[in-house]
């Protein structure tokens, strides 16, 4: 039975299957018909979407109803419209800057806390239940507080934003470290490596995929909350952008809006998976 390092390239897979792929031209692999019926199905639903949307607010409300402005109808091509002008990318991007911002935060906490809680049980038993506490608390109930510490500004979304992300992380991490194989910390301490060497060689390679799996459960999180956070004490971003739509009675704005998050969160949880996916089969080649 042989030993690998993970991540090397000496580590032994399987080849891939031709459910996976239908052959390799130049490395690269060709579409099959499970993944482009897949991909169909989910073009699929989200036209279901669309067209109950459709119905709600156009077909079967009232003609003078006031759930008419928010119908797809108005929403599009407004949206199409608000894309040719500043006012919204400028929005998207100080709210993209604050997501970036606020995961980074959480991965340079939750990673070396994952770490240390997985590979010492007795930390992990005396930091489980204040962590499992602190888990619990909605991170909006933290604003009041945070806006009194930190200000009016980004610093509390900052905040809010890295301690709603940083427990997927925190948590992957360490089930990560306590899922690695123990032949491979066995063979780094034949070898004689030393504690960073094991971790730069051996743990980190061995949890990455934990990591991304926390990372774009953290996305989702973040995306969630980042719109109400930015609804306090801000002048720009898609939260701020709602309510000022909201405010000007831009009943289509507002929901052509609603629509442009939607899109940018499904873009981001999108871009995580397929950074997943990538690491994952680097590893297998």
């Known amino acids: 039975m042989s030993t690998s390092w993970p991540g090397s390239s000496l580590s032994g897979s399987a080849p891939p299957g031709p459910a996976t792929f239908a052959g ?4 690269k692999p060709w579409l099959t018909l499970p993944a482009l019926t897949n991909s169909l199905l989910g073009i699929g639903g989200l036209i279901v979407l669309l067209l109950l949307w459709w119905l ?21 091509p ?5 894309l040719g002008q ?23 906490i939750g990673v070396p806390v994952g770490l240390a809680v997985g590979s010492y ?7 489980s239940p204040a962590f499992q506490f602190l888990r619990m608390i909605s991170p909006l109930s933290w604003m009041p507080i945070a806006v009194m510490v930190f200000g009016v500004g980004d610093q509390p979304i900052y905040f809010m934003l890295a301690f709603a992300a940083v427990w997927p992380i925190m948590l992957n991490t360490a089930e990560g470290v306590r899922r690695l194989q123990p032949s491979w910390l066995s063979l780094a301490d034949s070898l004689a490596a030393t504690r960073w060497e094991t971790l730069c060689y051996v743990i ?7 990591v991304l799996t926390g990372l774009r459960l953290a996305v989702g999180i973040v995306w969630i909350v980042l719109v109400p956070c930015e609804m306090l004490g801000v002048s720009a971003g898609l939260g701020y952008f709602i309510l000022d739509t ?24 999108a871009g995580a998976r397929m950074l997943y996916q990538a690491v994952t089969r680097s ?3």
Request: aromatic letters at 4%.
């Open 24 to 27: 390799r031209a130049g490395g």
């Open 56 to 76: 709600g607010t156009d077909v079967l409300a009232s003609s003078q109803g006031f759930i008419r402005q928010f119908s797809p109808t108005t929403a599009i």
């Open 78 to 82: 407004e949206l199409v419209t608000m």
């Open 86 to 108: 500043p006012d919204l990318l400028v929005h998207v991007l100080v709210s993209l800057r604050r997501v970036l911002i606020g995961l980074a935060l959480a991965l340079l």
């Open 121 to 127: 049980s007795r930390l992990n038993t005396a930091t």
């Open 204 to 210: 980190l390679p061995g949890v990455l995929g934990h």
């Open 246 to 269: 909201r405010d000007r009675l831009a009943y289509s704005e507002l929901m052509a809006t609603v629509l442009m998050i939607g899109v940018l969160g499904f873009l981001l949880d």
């Open 283 to 285: 590893r297998a080649a």
